[in-house]
């Protein structure tokens, strides 16, 4: 990773400092699969397989952001890709909830902060013009 590419660009003054990241993402990341556990389990066939394959297509985007924007440095291309995240995670999320109320209402922190995130990709746009590339 291009540690000091990261360090050059402007960031919003609302950005949480990079421990955040640390603490946040392995919460969201259990409360994920946990809902995904809760989900398989309930014996509802007529969602089960969209369902599955709707956490599949959240899984890869949600894996695709970081290389996107940290290595190859596509800022632009990664915020698609982290709004695609965020609209697949809410289609998810009323799959999950038709089947298991408490299964869908467990991703909302991570929607949540979904969007938290695509606001702060967003601003990194704008505010790194000259960086911010397809």
């Known amino acids: 990773m291009d540690y000091d590419y990261i360090n050059e660009l ?3 003054e609302f950005q949480p400092p990079p421990v955040v990241f640390k603490i946040v993402w392995p919460i969201l990341y259990v ?3 946990l809902s995904f556990y809760i989900f398989l389990r309930k014996d509802v066939n007529s969602l089960k397989t969209v369902g ?3 956490f599949i297509v959240q899984l890869v985007l949600n894996y695709m952001w970081s290389p996107l924007f940290f290595y190859y440095k596509k800022i632009k291309l990664a915020l698609c890709v982290a709004v ?3 609209i697949s995670v809410g289609i998810m999320i ?4 038709k089947v298991s109320k408490f299964a869908g209402l467990l991703n ?3 929607f949540l902060w979904l969007i938290f995130a ?3 990709n967003y601003q990194i746009c704008v505010l790194n013009k000259d960086k911010c590339i397809w």
Do not use: G, R, S
């Open 10 to 12: 402007v960031k919003p």
């Open 31 to 33: 409360l994920m699969f």
């Open 52 to 54: 599955f394959w709707l």
């Open 84 to 86: 695609l995240l965020t």
């Open 94 to 97: 009323i799959c999950f909830y």
């Open 108 to 110: 909302i922190p991570y």
């Open 118 to 120: 695509d606001y702060l």
